[in-house]
């Protein structure tokens, strides 16, 4: 699948590495940022090399092109986690990534951790069981909610549109001549300057449709923010940080319950949180709390 082409960000190549996906659960949270009190978004604990300074460029430079790309098409194409890149051992690809010795290894490399987080806070707290901040982990839940978004509306609506509005990417961006022509101090400077790697991406989508029992035209404005490993590239929590007008609570019923019936979450924790969490992570499955 080949994203088209856009005047936002140039085409950006990589080579590949693929990733498998962990165990998700659903646990309770309180931060506005979708993180657990006092705990930082943990580092992909899959990938303990870390990947040089100009591959996390790129990774995060594909990863928001990918985004800006695709996301348009949600509906009509659903979520796309990868650019697919022509063999190192065709013409085509020799071109792009330079040599034409293959690897053996895929060409389709993901934006996503496997252990990513979608993190949301709705403006009026929920009932119990619910939570504060609304969360879910893993890389196979992550999609799972958005298939039942994308398929849920697409029943509901006609004519569904969602239209990229906001781009803003924060974070340092490399200096030139940081990769080649440097001598030893320069090098070490360098060096300390490219340590912080800190970037995210925040989106502001418009999405509209026909509702197909009312005929009425309905819209949201929904902002989000995805932050990357400093480790991998990797988006590793994606933040909806507001939904106007707020999803009703029974959306909220419904994605529980369709979860549910994939096996993917679990009903109620019978202990307090920590210790549910404690037993989720022996078993390796999947809870809402």
Do not use: C
């Amino acid at each position: 699948m080949h994203p088209r082409s856009g005047d936002l960000l140039p085409s950006i190549e990589s080579s590949a590495v693929v990733h498998a996906a962990r165990a998700p659960h659903i646990a309770p949270t309180s931060g506005k940022d979708g993180k657990e009190p006092g705990i930082e978004p943990q580092l992909d604990p899959q990938d303990p090399n870390e990947i040089s300074d100009q591959e996390w460029e790129i990774r995060t430079g594909r990863a928001i092109y990918i985004l800006q790309q695709t996301l348009p098409e949600f509906f009509q194409r659903g979520l796309v986690s990868s650019l697919e890149l022509p063999s190192l051992k065709t013409p085509e690809g020799q071109l792009r990534n330079g040599s034409g010795n293959g690897n053996g290894k895929s060409d389709v490399e993901s934006i996503y951790s496997p252990t990513i987080r979608l993190a949301y806070e709705p403006p009026v707290e929920l009932p119990p069981p619910f939570p504060r901040t609304l969360h879910v982990d893993g890389i196979s839940l992550y999609m799972a909610s958005s298939s039942f978004i994308r398929h849920t509306l697409n029943a509901l609506y006609t004519d569904l549109h969602v239209e990229l509005r906001r781009v803003r990417v924060h974070g340092s961006r490399p200096s030139s001549g940081m990769y080649e022509g440097a001598g030893p101090l320069q090098t070490q400077s360098a060096r300390k300057q490219r340590s912080i790697r800190e970037k995210s991406l925040f989106l502001g989508l418009a999405v509209s449709g026909v509702a197909r029992v009312s005929g009425a035209r309905g819209g949201w404005e929904v902002n989000s923010t995805y932050h990357f490993s400093p480790l991998t590239g990797l988006v590793q929590l994606h933040t909806v940080d507001s939904i106007e007008p707020a999803p009703h609570q029974a959306v909220f019923d419904a994605l529980r319950a369709a979860l549910e019936k994939l096996g993917l979450a679990g009903g109620p924790p019978r202990e307090s949180p920590g210790a549910a969490r404690t037993q989720e992570r022996r078993e390796g499955g999947a809870s809402v709390s």
